[in-house]
T-cell receptor
Framework: GAGVSQSPRYKVAKRGQDVALRCDPI?????LFWYQQALGQGPEFLTY????????KSGLPSDRFFAERPEGSVSTLKIQRTQQEDSAVYLC?????????FGPGTRLTVL | RKEVEQDPGPFNVPEGATVAFNCTYS??????FFWYRQDCRKEPKLLMS???SGNEDGRFTAQLNRASQYISLLIRDSKLSDSATYLC?????????FGAGTRLTVKP
């Protein structure tokens, strides 16, 4: 496809459930980023991959959050034992050079 | 203190007005700077990069002052379609940090 795609677009989870969010970056983009955006806030950095290597995971809020990009293309963000404070939009971006191209996001609501 | 701070807004201006947004950043090692635009319930999109010499793109002018660690965005002759949230972004080695955004509403 022409842009970054994410799935699902919307996810409702019960507290304690595990969720998996998928990101398909633009083909050929080496760098991939995950952000968390709460209502009324700017995106907050979670983690960054260069190809399959996770170079920075300092933004992951707890060990319940885990991200992978095993073949250097598609990435999955997994959240275990979801909590209400995990409710947010999760944005994926890929880049070639300085500009980041964002996907539409996954809106996660934890009840 | 957040690494990137922006005017909290919201800014409500009439069509045709000139509006300016300010942003400060705390990491002096930041390398590149951007303004992104985010429409309601949409993803952020790059509006323009910001250079020390200042740069202009049509009605939009961006300025960077490295000594003061300050970035600005000026929008002239505001259009209804400029209504959005404007995000200030600083980058250091692919570590992008976003401000909380400034909401602009342009009214007829």
């Amino acid at each position: 496809g022409a842009g970054v795609s994410q799935s699902p677009r919307y996810k409702v989870a019960k507290r304690g459930q595990d969720v998996a969010l998928r990101c398909d970056p633009i083909s050929g983009h080496v760098s991939l980023f995950w952000y968390q955006q709460a209502l009324g806030q700017g995106p907050e950095f979670l983690t960054y991959f260069q190809n399959e290597a996770q170079l920075d995971k300092s933004g992951l809020p707890s060990d319940r959050f885990f991200a992978e990009r095993p073949e250097g293309s598609v990435s999955t963000l997994k959240i275990q034992r979801t909590q209400q404070e995990d409710s947010a939009v999760y944005l994926c971006a890929s880049s070639w050079g300085d500009e980041q191209f964002f996907g539409p996001g996954t809106r996660l609501t934890v009840l | 203190r957040k690494e990137v701070e922006q005017d909290p807004g919201p800014f409500n201006v009439p069509e045709g007005a000139t509006v300016a947004f300010n942003c400060t950043y705390s990491n002096s090692a930041s390398q590149s700077f951007f303004w992104y635009r985010q429409d309601c319930r949409k993803e952020p999109k790059l509006l323009m990069s910001v250079y020390s010499s200042g740069n202009e793109d049509g009605r939009f002018t961006a300025q960077l002052n490295r000594a003061s660690q300050y970035i600005s965005l000026l929008i002239r002759d505001s259009k209804l379609s400029d209504s959005a949230t404007y995000l200030c972004v600083v980058n250091r080695y692919d570590d992008m940090r976003f401000g909380a955004g400034t909401r602009l509403t342009v009214k007829p």
